[in-house]
């Protein structure tokens, strides 16, 4: 969508872009001709004759020589190339005599001169047409080159095609069946330049025979140790006696080959061969006696596969040098030594690097370091190593070096400019066979060992500045070169080709963002805006006359010009440059083309190609003779040549120019006419910014680099203002390499969009923000230290009294400005840049309308930019303000006051504020800070941190005083102000600085002038005496108090997290805190607070392993709780339940020893037992008696498991003592005096009584009625329901109110939802969770009806179901109790009556919880009356012979009815196990005769049992068919089979049949396993089975049972019939007896304990009296 600019009016000229210039030569007389072209020009590209034109929609233009189209002559006019206007083409580019294009998919097509293969395709030496190249990635940019081409892949990879010389090795191929060197690849085909693989390539430029890639440094790389190809591994450990040998010998491939059609099968992997190079012949700038290849003297041995060299050679080599003999020529040659370093697989590179061998051995001399054996200090290995290793700086490049060479490519390094490369210690480990072995470790380690540096030396500004964003163009790059070397245009400091990429050191760290290559000369542009060029200067075309010319030079330019693009022809170079003006201007350097030969140039048009191999040969032999000379004399063809670039006087004609193109002997321009300021604008910014970034650069390497270097720096400044100087630094250059970036994207921005959409200051105008304010907040706090001061002296040492050099740089007008005065000038200077940014970003938006959403984009940007210079004003202010009050303030309290952050916002020296009631003597002294009030007073001070300060206003009308009261979480007191005016300066200023120190200020001054929040979030460490001594709190505070959630931490350790209120810990929270006995061991506690203590509900883990759970008051357990101490296989476990007072046990509780199988059930006493008691072991004793300072001692009942009794004295644990009787299993009895432990003989001094031979009647029944010695059910558990009262707002039990108690219930369920799980000591399952969400209060108030009923039943069911609700928790405690009580040892069959009680007492005292709660419920054994009898008992009409009944109750109401459905199925499991337990022999003999009698048939059975006739069915009905089965004397259960089924729910029916099979699959493992568990497996199968009834339930079953045995008997009889107990009871007997009921006695038992006595004497009360007196009568049935 184009931009909405403003229309333009009166002779405004007409928007136009792209427009194309093209001229020859530089002489004034020439004038630029254009080119009309229906599309604006994207790109261009020139070859030698001819070029390609890019427009907009993706049409390309060709011009010039076009022969392989078959036209003859030179084509001035441009031709559509109508072969690619079915693509869309993106990039072009041309070579000598073909083109390419790009297509926006990616495909690569070619047309022009294929003799090289340049063109990809295979076939004829010209391609007439564009023809696609065959790849396998997508292409983005495409150069082309004399005979060959390079393409940049969407994955940033090189791919080449053509020239061997320009494409690298010749890569394996798949198919080469024999032995030996396989063939190479045809040129043609495209290669992956595999010497670059793994980077990320930015740009690729193609001269006449070499080649150039732009590649982003990475100054740091992943370890790599297997092959990306191969994956086999690169490196190879060998581990010997005394050394260890690392080979890197493994060699792949460099190229890739593109197979047709298919890739070769991942099977089969391609060989790892390599072809040797062809050797070239030697150039005559080769020492005599030096060959490329190797010499006889220097071919490895056939036999030889090491890569490392002879030791022969090496020691020879080594021992020259020590003469002197070789340094000169290492020195001349370039290091040719790689003849001594042959590479696996038994040839020599065709050139190698010269210090291929140093690295080699400093890799080596590393490595090896203290695994060396033994020395030999004849080596002179010190010298040598002074030789390679000179500075600190040669560890990164040998670093460079291994990883360059350990793969197979073998990359070497390149001499050159390698000084700004930093230290690193060389950590590959290599072992040099036959050399290095002999070497000392002592001398390896002092040798290799680098150079120490200095902390200066490692500051940011290093250029290893990481990169601020993806889409920030990079500015660490290198650039790589690789082909024909013969005029140095591969800028290595020789003449020699290369045929893979090599690095050209000199350019590390000069931010090229751009190169160039011309024919036989190469370019690079920086980010600074210098070029640099190399190769043939043969016409002046480098920019320069120094010589050599074979490593990159700087082109002479003016001071002040600023070169942003640049392109090479064949004997020429155009720069284009920022003027003085807005508009660019442009630089011809090189040939002077004249004016005939351009004519004779025109009217060629025969023998093209011919010629052109011709002049190829002509250009390589001027080169080989011109070379080190070329700029002596002048070029060819008759014109001349520059010695250094010119300016073009026509390039101000052509308006504002945004790319130049060279080629031949050609130039072209692309420039764009200004359309109302638009592209001015975009000008202006580009070169505002890119002065910017070089005067930004050259304070770096003038001022900040030199100041960081100097020696004493440290001294001169102390370490924290030295700290500071480096941040700065580093701040300084961040900023400098963003302006970089950013002045690279806006150079690209002009050469090939010019529009908005990529300007990163709009897009990323945060990153801009951010790093000017962290700049200028460090250069702030460098001031405020007093570094500038500081750095005075070291300044005037270095620059001199007079220093011009940093007036010029900080543009400082004053005359003798003093040093520091400049330094801050200096350093404040970038902050200035602000105000052109937001100048330059307004100019631009008013080339649009207002509404536009540019428009809107570039106003926001202006007004934050302006907003952060008043900003940054206001902050040099500040920071100035600040050093200068330092500098007036005692030295004493300077030191522990100032701080770098801190900036001073006023202060009372005036007497503007004093302290009330302060002494008359007294010197009060207020200093307000950015971050804290300081209270200073003679010599001492106080800070009190803003972020916890509040500051209140005391109204003048009450006290006639201009006071402010002082909040603080330790200290409140008053300040008195001088004035009103005053008292307002301070009230303003203090709440300014708390906003802004609390960071919810805004910039502005009108967003700071609110008053500052009084909950706030901040962190505070406690002075005062007491118990917050030295804590940290970090969390809310209201007020001046710790509020809501925050973490105190003690310096001893202990840790609070949680809620707190009025400064305390009040809430939910967590305490860790460590062990008084254990350092490594900690306490936790986990719970509620109240006011700083531990008060309700919690968990305390004790660092010994105990854990008590429950119930917490002022820091101690009081209440009811749960203490587990040690763990089952641990000396001493055991559990205890119970009440707690005052951190002691006290009152009802249970304890279960684990280690000696007791459970005692009983009074406590300050932690020991005391009072009445129950105690059972797991060997069946029982006890219940007295207890005495936590011993059996008094009366007490001891009964064994033999149901042997002993009644009387104890006076310790099992021990007897006094009177008693002893009463045998038989009846037996002795009565007398005992003594003794029971189990370990007892004295007995009394009378042995058996009452059966004297016939004694009264004394039959001696054994003593269980329960009366214990403590009652009332009693138990009272701390549990006391919780549940004091929930509910009732001190005791049932005194309170019931609003209030409802208020409370509805306050914990709030409080429960909105604290986090984590938060809360009991977790909610997701089913609690949507109990709770359901949950809605019932009408409390008003008279009880049956809907009402219904309604506080069904709110009960939901509150008993959630842990938050009192009713809920109280439950949950309840059953946890209860299973405690009679689980494991307490599953004692005596214990039955105390748990039978107990249940009826939680009833009885949940029931008065609910009739508080609501209070119309009738009492127990009340009635609820039924709205439908009371319309019965209205009087019926006259003629209504009806008889008036009394009205029926239609609910009598129970707290069994009520209650027992919510909790017997939680206590079902204990409960039943004690049913099995005690009925366990009555049902064993039952369960004998139910299998003995269900053996015989119905009809005998029903005749057994005395069932009458008539009641016998004589045909019964069939499931599966609707005929009627007769019963035959030997069928088995069919008779009654529906009543037998009915009755067999009372104990499984509802069950899943796949539970009730696993359960007793259960049941029979553990029989086999287990025969002694047997019972207790049954009550568990039985307890599985029926959780889910309650006794109702069971009853209701039973009258079913009666209705279904009615229905078939009136079905049989066919008429009514009443029953008599005579004829029911004998069919009921048989139903029984059918249904096979397991343990019917413990059923029948619980249905009489718990039973509604409301229905006992009702129906179902006779029904189950049948069915109890069915169970007695199976027990004493005779089968005879």
Same mark, same amino acid.
């Given at each position: ?15 136009? @872009? ?70 869309? $083409? ?151 006696? /005394? ?99 042959? +590479? ?26 203290? @695994? ?56 590959? @480990? ?17 040798? $290799? ?17 990481? !990169? ?354 400049? +330094? ?78 801190? %900036? ?18 007294? $010197? ?63 009230? %303003? ?145 055991? $559990? ?64 064994? !498991? /033999? ?165 809920? @928790? ?311």
């Amino acid at each position: 969508m184009e931009p909405q600019m403003k229309s333009s009016r009166g002779s405004v000229e007409e928007a136009k @872009r792209g427009l194309l210039h093209t001229w020859r030569g530089y002489s004034c007389s020439v004038t630029p001709e254009r080119l009309l072209l229906p599309w604006p020009v994207l790109q261009v590209a020139l070859g030698s004759r001819h070029g390609v034109l890019l427009l907009e929609g993706g049409q390309v233009y060709s011009l010039g020589s076009l022969h392989c189209r078959g036209l003859q002559g030179h084509v001035t006019a441009p031709q559509l190339e109508s072969a690619l206007s079915g693509h869309r $083409v993106a990039w072009v580019a041309a070579g000598s005599f073909h083109s390419g294009a790009v297509t926006e998919e990616g495909a690569v097509l070619m047309w022009g001169e294929n003799g090289g293969g340049q063109c990809g395709v295979p076939g004829p030496g010209t391609v007439a047409t564009p023809t696609q190249v065959g790849l396998r990635a997508a292409m983005l940019e495409l150069a082309c080159g004399g005979q060959h081409t390079l393409a940049l892949s969407a994955q940033r990879e090189v791919w080449s095609w053509g020239s061997s010389l320009c494409s690298g090795p010749p890569g394996p191929t798949s198919t080469h069946p024999g032995p030996g060197p396989a063939p190479p690849p045809p040129a043609w085909r495209p290669q992956r330049v595999e010497a670059l693989a793994g980077r990320c390539v930015l740009q690729v430029a193609c001269g006449s025979a070499h080649c150039l890639a732009l590649v982003q440094d990475l100054p740091s790389h992943p370890v790599v140790d297997r092959c990306c190809r191969c994956d086999q591994l690169l490196y190879t450990m060998t581990d010997k006696e /005394d050394h260890v040998i690392i080979s890197d010998g493994h060699c792949c491939s460099l190229g890739e080959e593109l197979a047709k059609g298919a890739e070769p099968p991942p099977s089969e992997p391609p060989p790892h061969t390599v072809s040797p190079p062809p050797v070239r012949s030697p150039s005559p700038q080769q020492p005599p006696g030096m060959a490329p290849g190797p010499t006889p003297s220097q071919a490895p041995s056939p036999g030889r596969s090491s890569p490392y060299p002879d030791p022969e050679a090496v020691q020879e080599y080594l021992k020259r040098l020590e003469d002197g003999t070789e340094q000169q020529q290492a020195a001349v040659w370039g290091g040719r030594l790689h003849g001594l370093l042959p +590479l696996a697989g038994g040839h020599a590179p065709s050139l190698l690097s010269g210090s291929t061998l140093n690295s080699l051995v400093a890799s080596c001399a590393s490595a090896v370091g203290e @695994r060396v054996a033994s020395t030999c200090e004849a080596l002179s290995l010190r010298k040598m190593m002074n030789l390679y290793l000179p500075s600190g700086g040669a560890t990164e490049r040998v670093r460079r070096q291994a990883e360059a060479e350990s793969a197979a490519a073998k990359k070497s390094c390149s001499t050159g400019d390698i000084h700004h490369e930093e230290a690193e210690t060389l950590r590959r @480990r290599l072992s040099l066979p036959g050399l290095l072995s002999q070497v000392s470790p002592r001398l390896l380690r002092k040798v $290799v060992r680098p150079p120490r540096m200095r902390p200066l030396a490692s500051s940011p500004l290093g250029g290893a500045v990481p !990169e601020i964003q993806e889409s920030f163009p990079t500015l660490q790059t290198e650039v790589w070169s690789w082909g024909a070397g013969q005029q140095g245009q591969l800028g290595h400091g020789d003449y020699l080709d290369r045929l893979q990429p090599l690095c050209i050191k000199s350019l590390s760290n000069k931010e090229v963002v751009r190169v160039a290559a011309g024919a036989q000369h190469s370019l690079a542009v920086t980010a600074q805006s210098q070029v640099f060029s190399w190769g043939s200067n043969s016409c002046g075309q480098l920019g320069h006359m120094e010589a050599p010319s074979t490593v990159p030079r700087l082109a002479k330019l003016s001071e002040g010009i600023r070169v942003w693009d640049a392109s090479a022809g064949d004997k020429h170079t155009l720069l284009l440059a920022d003027g003085d003006c807005i508009q660019p201007i442009i630089y011809y350097s090189g040939q002077q083309v004249a004016l005939e030969v351009e004519e004779e140039e025109q009217q060629e048009e025969e023998g093209c190609a011919q010629e052109a191999e011709e002049e190829e040969e002509e250009k390589l032999k001027t080169g080989r003779e011109g070379r080190g000379g070329g700029a002596r004399g002048g070029g060819g063809g008759g014109g001349g040549y520059t010695q250094q670039p010119v300016l073009l006087p026509f390039c101000m004609n052509l308006r504002y120019v945004s790319s130049v193109f060279a080629g031949g002997g050609q130039c072209v321009a692309l420039s764009d006419t200004n359309v109302m300021g638009f592209i001015a604008g975009l000008h202006e910014l580009a070169a505002a910014e890119r002065r910017f970034y070089c005067k930004l650069s050259h304070i770096k390497a003038q001022i900040v680099r030199p100041l960081l270097e100097l020696d004493g720096l440290g001294t001169a400044l102390g370490q924290v203002t030295l700290g500071l100087l480096q941040t700065v630094a580093g701040r300084f250059s961040l900023l400098c390499q963003l302006t970089g970036q950013h002045a690279a994207s806006l150079t690209t921005n002009l050469r090939r969009r010019r529009d908005l959409s990529s300007l990163l200051i709009l897009d990323h105008a945060p990153v801009f923000l951010d790093a000017y304010l962290q700049y200028c907040s460090a250069v702030g706090n460098f001031l405020v230290m007093g570094g500038f001061q500081a750095l005075t002296k070291p300044s005037l040492d270095f620059f001199g009294k007079s220093p011009e050099l940093l007036q010029r740089l900080s543009e400082c007008s004053e005359e003798n400005p003093a040093m520091a005065d400049l +330094l801050v000038a200096l350093f404040y200077l970038p902050t200035q840049h602000l105000r052109d940014y937001s100048r330059l970003l307004l100019k631009l938006a008013t080339c649009f309308e207002v509404s536009s959403p540019e428009y809107q984009r570039l106003q926001e940007s202006c007004s934050c930019l302006e907003a952060l210079s008043l900003q940054l004003q206001r902050s040099r202010k500040e920071a100035e303000n600040t050093s200068h009050f330092w500098r007036s303030f005692p030295g004493k309290m300077t030191d522990s006051l100032r701080k770098p952050q801190r %900036r001073l916002v006023c202060e009372s020296s005036n007497k503007a504020l004093t302290l009330l009631n302060a002494g008359r003597f007294s $010197v009060n002294w207020f200093i307000l800070f950015n971050d804290a009030l300081v209270h200073a007073q003679f010599s001492t001070h106080h800070v009190f941190p803003l972020a916890t300060l509040w500051v209140e206003p005391i109204p003048e009308e009450n006290s006639n005083l201009c006071g402010l009261k002082v909040i603080t979480p330790e200290e409140t007191f008053t300040l008195l102000a001088s004035s009103p005016v005053e008292k307002n300066k301070w009230l %303003r200023s203090i709440n300014q600085a708390v906003v802004l120190a609390l960071g919810c200020g805004g910039a502005g001054p009108q967003e700071m002038t609110s008053s500052p929040p009084a909950s706030r979030t901040a962190s505070y460490t406690f002075y005062k005496e007491g118990r917050l001594k030295d804590a940290v709190y970090e969390g809310r505070w209201i007020g001046g108090k710790p509020d809501s959630r925050g973490v105190l931490k003690w310096p001893d350790g202990r840790l609070y997290t949680g809620t707190f209120k009025n400064g305390l810990e009040d809430g939910v929270g967590e305490l860790m805190a460590p062990s008084k006995t254990s350092s490594n061991q900690s306490d936790y506690y986990q719970g509620e607070w109240r006011e700083g203590r531990m008060h309700g509900q919690g968990c305390y883990k004790y660092s010994s392993g105990e854990v008590y759970q429950g119930s917490f008051v002022q820091q101690q357990r009081h209440g009811h709780g749960t203490l587990r101490s040690g763990k089952l296989n641990t000396s001493c476990p055991s $559990v205890f339940i119970g009440q707690w007072q005052h951190d002691r046990k006290s009152g009802y509780g249970v304890f279960d020893d684990i280690t000696k199988g007791e459970k005692y059930m009983g009074a406590w006493l300050d932690g020991q037992r005391h009072g009445a008691g129950v105690v059972v072991t797991q060997f069946g004793l029982y006890y219940e008696g007295a207890f005495k300072d936590n011993k059996m001692m008094g009366s007490g009942i001891l009964v064994s !498991e /033999d149901d042997t009794t002993f009644q009387g004295e104890f006076s310790d644990d099992w021990t007897l003592s006094g009177k008693g009787v002893l009463t045998l299993a038989n009846g037996d009895f002795l009565e007398g005096v005992f003594s003794g432990e029971w189990g370990s003989g007892l004295k007995v001094s009394g009378s042995y009584v058996k009452p059966h031979l004297l016939n004694l009647d009264k004394d039959k029944n001696r054994q003593p009625k269980l329960g009366q010695l214990c403590v009652s059910a009332e009693e138990k558990w009272c701390s549990v329901f006391q919780e549940c009262w004091s929930q509910l707002g009732c001190e005791e039990m049932g005194r309170g109110h019931a609003p209030q108690a409802w208020e409370n219930i509805t306050l914990a369920l709030s409080v429960g939802r909105q604290q986090p799980q984590q938060d809360s000591p009991e977790s909610l399952s997701r089913s609690h969770s949507r109990t709770l969400d359901s949950l809605e209060v019932p009408q409390h108030h008003g008279p009880i009806s049956m809907e009402r009923y219904s309604d506080i039943r069904l709110y009960l069911i939901k509150a008993c179901d959630t842990p938050l609700h009192p009713l809920g @928790r109280l439950l949950e405690a309840l059953v946890a109790v209860y299973r405690m009580t009679y689980v494991g040892v307490g599953a004692n069959r005596r214990l039955l009556p105390q748990a039978v009680q107990e249940i009826h007492s939680y009833l009885g005292r949940i029931f008065q919880i609910v009739r508080f709660l609501f209070p119309e419920l009738p009492a127990e054994g009340g009635a609820i009356p039924d709205p439908g009898a009371a319309l019965q008992a209205t009087p019926p009409p006259a003629d209504s012979h009806a008889q008036s009944e009394s009205p029926r109750p239609g609910r009598v109401v129970s707290s069994s009815a009520l209650l027992l459905p919510v909790l017997l199925p939680r206590l079902y499991p204990p409960l039943f196990t004690l049913y099995a337990l005690d009925k366990e022999r009555q049902d064993t003999t039952y369960w004998e005769c139910v299998l003995r009698l269900n053996k015989q048939a119905d009809l005998a059975l029903l005749h057994f049992l005395g069932v009458q006739q008539k009641f016998w069915p004589v045909s019964v009905s069939t499931v599966t068919a609707a005929e009627k089965q007769e019963v035959l004397s030997s069928t088995r259960d069919v008779c009654f089979a529906s009543a037998v089924e009915t009755l067999q729910q009372i104990r499984w029916a509802g069950i899943p049949p796949l539970t009730f099979c696993l359960t007793f699959a259960l049941f029979w493992r553990c029989v086999v396993q287990h025969p002694v568990c047997v019972c207790v497996c049954v009550c568990v199968c039985v307890c599985v089975c029926s959780t889910t009834f309650t006794p109702s339930d069971k009853l209701q079953v039973i009258q079913l049972t009666f209705e279904e045995i009615t229905q078939e008997v009136q079905a049989l009889l066919q008429h009514d019939f009443l029953w008599s107990m005579d004829d029911l009871f004998p069919v009921f007997l048989y139903v029984v007896l059918r249904a096979r009921i397991r343990n019917l006695g413990s059923e029948v038992s619980l249905i009489e304990d718990l039973m509604d006595p409301c229905v006992q004497h009702g129906e179902h009360g006779i029904m189950f009296t049948t069915l109890k007196a069915c169970y007695y009568q199976i027990q004493h049935e005779k089968i005879t």
